[in-house]
C-alpha cells in the first residue's frame, strides 16, 4: 500500500509529511513524498529550486518524476537537503520538478497517480500560508505552495489539503486563519515527533521545529528569520486540520492566475504582480548580498557575549524561544556557521535547549 504526500512548500513540508504521514496512517505503509528541491541559501547558494539536471544519482520513477536516493547529490554549486533527508527518512523522496510551471507539476502528478494508484493522496502546508490571497503585508513565500495547489486542483484524483501548524510558518496569523481551517483531524503529541526527531537536529526549516516543538508541549513565543518575527506557541501549534481544496483555490489569488502557466519564469511574473514580488528574487538579492560579505570566524567567547545581549534584548520583548536559524542572523554570521553555532550553544548551556528551539533565558536564569 502506497500513500502520496506533496509537500505543498518544500523543505520543512517534506520533514512534517513523515512525521503526520506516521501520525495518521501507522507504520503499515510507505508513502512518496513530492517536494521541491528548494533549500534556503544557507544549505543551496544557488537561488530557487532545483531541477532533476541539478543532481547525480537520481532515479526515475515515471517518464517525468525522479526519486532523491540517499546515494544522490547537487551538483555544485547548488546544495540540497534531499539526499540526506533520503538517507533517514523510510519513505521515498521524489523531486517537483517547477521549471515548466503549473502545467509541468500537473503532468508529473497525474503520472505519479496512474503509476502509483496510491492509497490516499494529502497537499501538507506547514502554517497555512497556503489560503494565502496573495496581498498579505506578513506574506513572504507564496509561490511554491501556490503551484502545488494549482496543480493539484487539476489532477483527475481526490486529493485532501492539510494544514499543519497554523501560524507558525509567521506568514500568516492563526486569528486569520481560523475561519478556514476545516475539521481537526489529529493534534500531534511528542510520540509522533519520534520519527524525524534525528532529521529536526539538522534541518533548517523553523515552521517543522516549531511544530514538533508544539507537540512536545513547548508554549510562548518563539522569534524567527532574519526579521525576528513573533509566532505566537500555543495549543493550536500541533493540530492538523482538513481545509477544502477548491475553496483555497479560490481564495488563492496566485495559484488561480497561473494555472495555465508552462514555464517558471510566468509564475514569477504572475507573483510580482499579484503579491508584488517574486521570492527568487529576495533570494537573488540576498545571495548576492552574501557572496560580498567578508568571512566570518567562529569566536566562542565573543558569540557567547554576543548571545547574552541578544537574548536580553528578546526577553525584553517578550520573546520566550528562537530558532537557530534567527540567532544566526542576528548575530551576523553566515549562514554556513548555523551549525557550528548550534553545537556551541548546546554544548555551552544545555538546559536552554528545548528541541529543536532555544529557549531564551533572563540574565539571572
Known amino acids: 500500500m502506497t500513500r502520496l504526500i506533496v509537500a505543498a512548500g518544500g523543505g520543512g513540508d517534506a520533514v512534517a509529511a513523515a512525521m503526520i504521514h506516521a501520525a495518521l496512517y501507522g507504520d503499515e505503509d510507505q508513502a512518496v513524498i513530492l517536494t521541491y528541491a528548494w533549500d534556503r541559501l544557507l544549505i543551496d547558494p544557488v537561488p530557487g529550486p532545483r531541477g532533476p539536471d541539478n543532481f547525480t544519482g537520481l532515479q526515475p520513477l515515471t517518464p517525468v ?110 486569528d486569520e486563519l481560523r475561519g478556514m481551517l476545516g475539521p481537526l483531524l489529529h493534534t500531534l503529541t511528542a510520540k509522533d515527533v519520534e520519527p524525524i526527531s534525528s532529521v529536526l537536529e539538522w534541518h533548517p526549516s523553523e515552521a517543522t521545529g516549531m511544530l514538533a516543538a508544539t507537540a512536545r508541549g513547548v508554549r510562548g513565543t518563539c522569534e524567527m528569520r532574519d526579521a525576528g518575527l513573533p509566532v505566537p506557541l500555543t495549543n493550536d501549534g500541533p493540530t492538523v486540520h482538513e481545509v477544502d481544496l477548491d475553496e483555497a483555490l479560490t481564495r488563492n489569488q496566485l495559484a488561480r492566475a497561473i494555472l495555465t502557466t508552462a514555464t517558471l519564469d510566468e509564475v514569477e511574473a504572475h507573483s510580482r504582480e499579484i503579491c508584488g514580488y517574486s521570492e527568487i528574487d529576495y533570494e537573488r538579492n540576498k545571495a548576492t548580498w552574501l557572496n560580498n560579505q567578508p568571512p566570518v570566524q567562529l569566536e566562542p567567547d565573543a558569540v557567547l557575549s554576543q548571545l547574552d545581549q541578544f537574548e536580553a534584548e528578546a526577553h525584553s520583548r517578550g520573546v520566550t524561544h528562537t530558532t537557530f536559524r534567527r540567532i544566526t542572523e542576528a548575530l551576523n554570521l553566515n549562514g554556513s556557521l548555523r551549525e557550528d553555532l548550534r553545537q556551541l550553544l548546546i554544548n555551552s548551556r544545555p538546559q536552554q535547549y528545548d528541541a529543536p528551539l532555544w529557549r531564551i533565558t533572563a540574565a539571572t536564569e
Not at 86 to 101: K, Q, S
Open 65 to 174: 518524476v525522479w526519486t532523491v536516493p540517499a546515494e544522490g547529490g547537487p551538483i555544485a554549486p547548488a546544495g540540497s537537503a534531499l539526499p540526506r533527508l533520503a538517507a533517514e527518512l523510510p519513505h521515498r523522496v521524489a523531486l517537483i520538478d517547477p521549471r515548466h510551471g503549473v502545467e509541468g507539476v500537473t503532468r508529473q502528478l497525474e503520472e505519479l497517480v496512474d503509476h502509483l494508484s496510491p492509497e490516499s493522496i494529502d497537499l501538507l502546508d506547514v502554517g497555512g500560508d497556503i489560503l494565502a490571497r496573495g496581498d498579505e503585508p506578513t506574506l513572504k513565500s507564496p509561490l511554491a505552495d501556490a503551484l502545488t495547489l494549482a496543480a493539484c486542483c487539476q489532477v483527475n484524483a481526490p486529493i485532501r489539503l492539510l494544514v499543519a501548524g497554523p501560524g507558525l510558518d509567521g506568514e500568516l496569523p492563526l
